[in-house]
């Protein structure tokens, strides 16, 4: 699917993308470049850039990373993140099993936002960030719509995932970009596409030694056909936005939580 979606197939290319447009009731207007015909492949269109207001940024600490819906949020308990009635998976089992970096996780908070086809598909960040690390993590690629979170135990922790980790203005935070079904690839615009090679085994770049910041609101990685992200953070008063719950659709800048004193 990811060779397809980067296949530059002209009409037909066009067509597949007017198809999906009116599928899932896209909203072009948004789009920088709103011409369907104007993208040679399907990824490029999936990943279409927005128009510079298209999203203002909210005066918050943390403001939304993406467009979609909240899958859940709220305290991690101990090491234990919810995922749905009946189902909750660790935070080293997430981290693709760094004890030391779940650890300082421990009690803190966390939200999931799933993006939907219909989303934009870039990935902002949520507060300021210095860039620390990157664990790219083999795994499954299940569906990861609410149906599949609510019968799949330990979902998150088991699809092929990107973890980065960011030290910022209110401490370490990581996010955790999930792949899944038909998901051609992640990439971050530090390093480009991480995803494919696949070499089964987990890789890891460690930037400690680089000076990599990226502002609040800032791009910083993009999925090539569409997932879920995780925002880990340490244990504090977050105070989220009032108005998010579970299925709550969301938008990129939208405040999403502040730090109580």
């Known amino acids: ?27 072009m207007s948004e789009a920088l470049n709103p011409d369907p015909a104007a993208y040679a492949t399907f990824n490029s269109f999936f990943t279409r850039e927005l128009k510079a207001d298209a999203r203002p940024v909210a005066q918050a600490d943390w403001i939304c990373p ?17 995922q749905a009635k009946r189902h909750s998976y660790s935070t080293q089992a997430l981290v693709g099993g760094d004890a030391a970096l779940a650890a300082q996780f421990q009690d803190g908070n966390f939200a999931t936002i799933y993006l939907s086809p219909r989303d934009y598909h870039r990935i ?15 795994g499954e690629l299940f569906s990861v ?35 899944a079904t038909v998901v051609g690839s992640m990439a971050t615009v530090w390093h480009g596409v991480v995803n494919p090679p ?17 502002p609040q609101g800032a791009e910083m990685g993009r999925f090539l056909l569409g997932s879920t992200i995780v925002l880990l953070t340490p244990r504090s008063n977050m105070q989220w936005n009032s108005t998010w719950q579970a299925a709550t659709p969301v938008r990129l800048g939208q405040m999403m939580a502040d730090q109580a004193p």
């Open 145 to 179: 719509n609410p149906a599949t979170a609510r019968g799949v135990p330990g979902l998150f922790a088991r699809n092929e995932r990107l973890v980065c980790v960011f030290d910022g203005p209110h401490g370490l935070f990581i996010m955790v970009l999930v792949g």
């Open 124 to 138: 902002h960040m949520p507060c300021a960030g210095r860039l620390l690390r990157m664990i790219h993590i083999p």
């Open 66 to 82: 993406v467009d979609g819906a909240v899958s859940q949020l709220g305290a991690i308990a101990g090491n234990q993140i919810f």
């Open 1 to 27: 699917m990811g060779r397809l979606a980067n296949l530059e197939g002209g009409a037909t290319t066009t067509a597949v993308i007017r198809w999906f447009i009116e599928r899932y009731k896209v909203d």
């Open 198 to 214: 696949r070499p089964g085994k987990i890789r890891e770049w460690d930037y400690r030694e680089q000076n990599i910041q990226l």
